[in-house]
């Protein structure tokens, strides 16, 4: 870019009244010299953002310079899930012709969520968030369950959601749950005959038996029946989110019988879908009377957070933070992201060792005591926020 660009500033700006400049672009780019592909991090071609821009002074370059980092950490972190260390490059990695470099180091998206499955991608850019396959039987009204299906598709379009069925009848569903994995696609709504004629009204009638017999008793509810109460009944309610089995429920027997009463009126009839997250596989069946809406931007919510939860977790536990020559060679060698102290004087001399060192001792040598994976090693940056 700066070549391309910078030599028409002279032209753009004729005075201070024409700063700031700024410019943005985005293209394609080949690397002149190339050698080592590595599929996701580096490629001959790539997709290039860049930002070219002129100020009357360093303080406000240097401004907008750590704005725009803010930004791209707000990409990676909010968006890819993927948390992120901004910093300074060191004097050997920054820009040429740059007075200093920043960068966020990050991995990639791909590689940082996917799995053996494929893609694993978080809700806010997944293209497709949603996925509804309809689950047909022999003998089913198939008719019935399509309906169904674009149904649902339908309200979470005027939601807002990003949401696709899947209604294709030359593949299975099986065939159709591993195709959508394999893209990455957070959510997967199911729905079948079994699901459409699913009723959920006997575990209240278990309740209200309980009552009958033990008006004036403090009542202890089972996990699992708790677990498949609909949302909005009010037993639900007063029980942890977690559904563990409550100490008491000091319910007189009138407000549980009216409870269950109440219960059984507002999802007589009940019919469930089943949901299944990418991230961890989780199944959950939702009753379709239930407003779907909010279930499902709660749940994606939660996803996009779990993604980055789990991602952090995982970088900070490679991140090792040492303070002589051999931390840093066993850490390395361990395959460690390092946090250490920084001087581009004794970066330049270890350099120097390691060359020596691979040159006296190749790797095909056979002999391993000394660190080779240090020779690719790629000095990051300087951390803006010490440890």
């Not at 990676?76 to 966020?104: D, H, M, N, Q, R």
């Not at 952090?312 to 840093?328: G, H, S």
Request: aromatic share 10%; proline share 6%.
């Amino acid at each position: 870019m700066p070549v391309a660009m910078y030599p028409h500033y002279s032209q753009w700006i004729r005075g201070h009244r024409d700063l700031p400049l700024t410019l943005n672009q985005w293209c394609i780019v080949a690397r002149r010299e190339f050698s080592h592909p590595t599929p996701f991090i580096r490629s001959q071609e790539f997709l290039w953002q860049d930002g070219g821009t002129a100020f009357a002074t360093k303080k406000e370059a240097d401004t907008e310079v750590l704005e725009i980092l803010e930004l791209y950490r707000r990409i990676y972190e909010e968006y890819l899930a993927i948390p992120v260390v901004k910093g300074k490059k060191s004097k050997l990695e920054k820009f040429s012709g740059g007075l200093y470099t920043t960068s966020v180091e990050i991995g990639v998206m791909v590689m940082v969520h996917g799995d053996d499955k494929g893609l694993v991608l978080p809700p806010k850019v997944a293209s497709v968030q949603v996925i509804v396959i309809p689950v047909p039987y022999e003998d089913a009204d198939t008719e019935k369950i399509l309906e169904a299906c674009k149904t649902i598709v339908d309200t979470f379009s005027e939601a807002g959601l990003r949401v696709e069925a899947d209604l294709r009848d030359n593949y299975s569903p099986g065939w159709k749950y591993s195709h959508w994995e394999m893209k990455g696609v957070p959510l997967r709504i199911e729905i079948g005959p079994k699901d459409l004629a699913k009723n959920q009204c006997s575990w209240f009638l278990v309740l209200i038996a309980v009552g009958l017999q033990f008006p004036s008793a403090t009542y202890l509810v089972e996990p699992t029946l708790v677990s498949r109460c609909p949302p909005g009944f009010l037993l639900a309610t007063v029980l942890s989110a977690n559904f563990h089995i409550a100490d008491s429920l000091n319910i007189h027997f009138l407000e549980l019988l009216m409870a269950c009463i109440m219960g059984i009126k507002a999802c007589n009839g009940s019919k469930t879908v089943r949901a299944v997250r990418r991230d961890n596989s989780e199944k959950m069946d939702i009753p379709v009377d239930t407003d779907l809406v909010p279930w499902i931007k709660d749940m994606l919510a939660d996803i996009q957070q779990s993604l980055f939860d789990d991602a952090k977790r995982k970088r900070d536990a490679c991140i090792k933070i040492v303070k002589t020559w051999d931390e840093f060679v066993e850490a390395l060698n361990q395959k460690k992201m390092i946090l250490a102290p920084w001087c581009d004087e004794v970066v330049r001399r270890i350099i120097a060792v390691l060359l020596m060192l691979f040159c006296l001792f190749p790797p095909a040598s056979g002999y391993h005591n000394f660190p080779y994976l240090t020779l690719g090693n790629y000095w990051a940056c300087l951390r803006h926020l010490a440890p």
